[in-house]
């Protein structure tokens, strides 16, 4: 028989493994339900598909393991890097089936000042590496905008200094968009309100501001890290409004001052710069309308003295159409020369007309029939009776004639003088012709020679350079230095002399020039 083994008496209560876990568990979670531990972040491999991220905190002596759920990972406002020294707030728990403990991380934050400029130097050359703190692509301010927007708390002094500075020195509409500048939502609200400034319409009731002012007042690195945050700066380079940045005091410098067009030391100095003085403006301007105002009077009695030297200068009428009136006048004396020629050239052929028609006149043919019946009548005298009416009827037949001759002599007279009242008429008409062509042929030249002289040119601000043996000057190349010069311009004559040439025209001057430009010094 196997020896009986008495078991010891005892009142403690048995456990399963199941329930020991659960006991522990529960006293560890009641006991450290909310912890703070410092570590440095060991063996993170990034976020798992599930979404959590799982990795360990260390420090010289010892290490737990740490886990970030889903939900809060994406809350976090420090991201879990490898070798990063943290402080990690949350609550321990046990996970039984390893017989292991843990803590579940719900804020992770950066261990101290040193880590803190760590991270914000990494973050920094990231940034810049993008291209997002280039000074190619930040854009000026305008000089006098219209509606400035600025993003910043609704309470405390900064609101109230810029808006007092605004209104002190030119009193402009402002939008504010009240954040958060401190705390973990104070990153989001700001870059939101950026883009929120940027998405507004350019016209209407609530317009697009002109320029931008992200303001906060003065802390430390842990009050300001908001503006340090990807988000903002990412907000800050893409707005399409000029930003200004004014976070802290002079001496504080944040990732959004690397990214914002312009960076101000204090917010007050933001207004500053967004807005130009308006006494200054209205001083400005009084002084220019002063100069402009003189300037004119100048101008006007430069003009009067020109117009005087013009009038001096330019010929009278009589001098410019002196020539063409002389040829005018010789082309008078040539005309009648030709009239007179075709006046007699028309009566010779008036007298030729007037023989024939005397030829053919009724009082020459009568005479003639009178001898031929004076004839007939000592001829014929026995026969007269007889003959009477033979010689009735001739005399009817030969008025007949005559009364044709005569009707034939009046349509050769009417259309002998139809083509002496042509002849006239075209004559009138080449007459005038030429009058018109001639008068037309002085005005050409009259305006030929007042568009090609070269004071036309003078008088649209040009000058002619001359030198001492009155020689026009077209080159600076060709002018020596101390040259005595002639300059005309339109309004009279000055006396020059070249100064040495500097060197890069000297140098210039051993090869061809392509413009004929020159300076006088």
Known sequence: MPPIVERPVTNTPEMTVGELSGALKRTIEDRFGFVRVRGEISNFRGVHSSGHAYFSLKDESARIDAVVWKGTFSKLKTKPQEGLEVIATGKITTFPGKSAYQIVIEALEPAGVGAL?????????????????????????????????VVTSPTGSVIRDILHRIADRFPRPVLVWPVRVQGETAAAEVAAAIAGFNALPETGPVRRPDVLIVARGGGSLEDLWAFNEEIVVRAAAASAIPLIAAIGHETDWTLIDHAADLRAPTPSGAAEKAVP?????????????????????????RRRSDWRALTRVLLTGDTITAIPRQRLDGASGRLAVVMASHRDRQRLALSRLANRLAQQA??????????????????????????????????????????????????????????????????RRAWQNALRARAEMVSRHGKLLQSLGYKQVLSRGFALVRDADGHPRR???????????????????????????????????????????????
Do not use: C, W
Not at 285 to 293: E, G, I, K, T
């Open 277 to 301: 003085v308006r006494a200054d403006l209205i001083a400005n301007h009084l002084d220019l309308a002063r100069r402009h105002q003189a300037s004119m009077l100048r101008l006007i009695d």
């Open 117 to 149: 400029m760590a991270l914000l130097e990494a973050r920094r050359k990231a940034l810049g590496a993008e291209g997002l703190f280039d000074e190619a692509r930040k854009r000026p301010l305008p000089y006098l905008p219209a509606v400035i927007g």
């Open 475 to 521: 080159s600076a190349l060709d002018i020596k230095s101390a040259a005595v010069l002639d300059i005309e311009f339109a309004d009279g004559h000055i006396s020059a002399v070249s100064a040495e040439r500097p060197p890069a025209l000297a140098k210039r001057s051993r090869t061809p020039r392509k413009t004929d430009q020159t300076s006088l010094f």
């Open 362 to 427: 009724p009082r020459t043919r009568l005479a003639r029939e009178d001898q031929r019946l004076k004839s007939l009548d000592q001829r014929l005298g026995h026969s007269r009776m007889l003959a009477a009416e033979r010689r009735s009827q001739r005399l009817g037949q030969a008025a007949q004639r005559l009364r044709t001759s005569l009707l034939a002599i009046g349509r050769e007279q009417s259309r002998a003088r139809q083509r002496i009242d042509q002849q006239t008429a075209s004559l």
